[in-house]
């Protein structure tokens, strides 16, 4: 079996030892090198070509945002970012996944930063197959439809690996009326909150993460502040957001299944159901029951995922009612959603 190659970046010599520790516990996966900042990574690219890099950001002489800006202009490669978990990380790790990084993980400041890691291998090995598309390929304007007058439809969103991407180029299509929409996204608590924040700076509708009891308003935009929480609407007729506190549902917290499945309770036939790109099953049968309660439902197509996981098992089950690349879901989606557009 051919073992996945990694090149290790990271300015702290203990950190470098601690994920070198983490990922050869993998027998599937190798560590060929490691460099202490971006001008060592460049010459060990160069003479190691490895398939994946994981990429601390705070690092001396270039950050490694800069770097993996270089990298995805100039020789485009799965990359997982490795940052604390504060403010700074997660402002930065939330960029770094819009200009193409794989994923970002967070190391605690203090505490067993080896079990903090434990699912950094599965995550290699999911990048692995991953072929990043350069930054001018994957850069798409698309602006927000006109002349939008909503009905009483919500939609509801669920994405992991690869999900702040696809959000950002979802959401981009919202206009400033958009319908009441809920999103889960696989993401550490901290990186929640500043994805919200960046979300609202660069989109029409106004984002911001759940609050408990909080009602469902167009033109805004719901996101899941995970921590010891699931998303879940509860109300009929006039939904609000409730903060479930409970144990991980479908491997996560929060989850995609336990939103969807709330929404095909409360909504029923005002349900819209997106699952976008992400590893796993979560938010296969919650689809499934969006769509069972005669909600629409759509998924990413497997062309324009970065891992076409979850929307696979969804079409596999009979969830997804659409297929389509992640560019056209917006306004399939909308269309649907605009009392001005024809019953589909």
Known sequence: MERVRVLVVDDSPTMRAVVKIVLKSDPSIEVVGEAGDPYEAREEIKRLNPDVLTLDIEMPRMSGLQFLEKIMKLRPMPVIMVSTLTQKGATDTIEALRVGAFEG???????????????????????????????????????????????????????????????????SGFPKNCPPTIITQHMPESFLVTFAERLNRSIEPSVSTAREGEALKQGHVYLAPGGLHHLELKGGLNPVCRLLASEPFSGHRPSVDVMFNSVAKTLGTRAVGIILTGMGRDGAQGLLNVREAGGRTFGQDQNSCVVYGMPKSAFDLGAVESELDIAKISAAALMLCNVKARAA
């Open 105 to 171: 993980v967070g190391k605690p400041v203090k505490g067993d930063f080896v079990k903090a890691l434990a699912h950094l291998p599965e995550l290699i090995k999911a990048a692995a197959k991953h072929k990043p598309k350069s930054m001018i390929e994957r850069q798409s304007k698309m602006g927000a439809i006109q002349n939008f007058a909503p009905n009483n439809k919500v939609i509801a969103v669920g994405a992991s690996t690869g999900g702040v991407e696809a959000l950002f180029t979802l959401l």
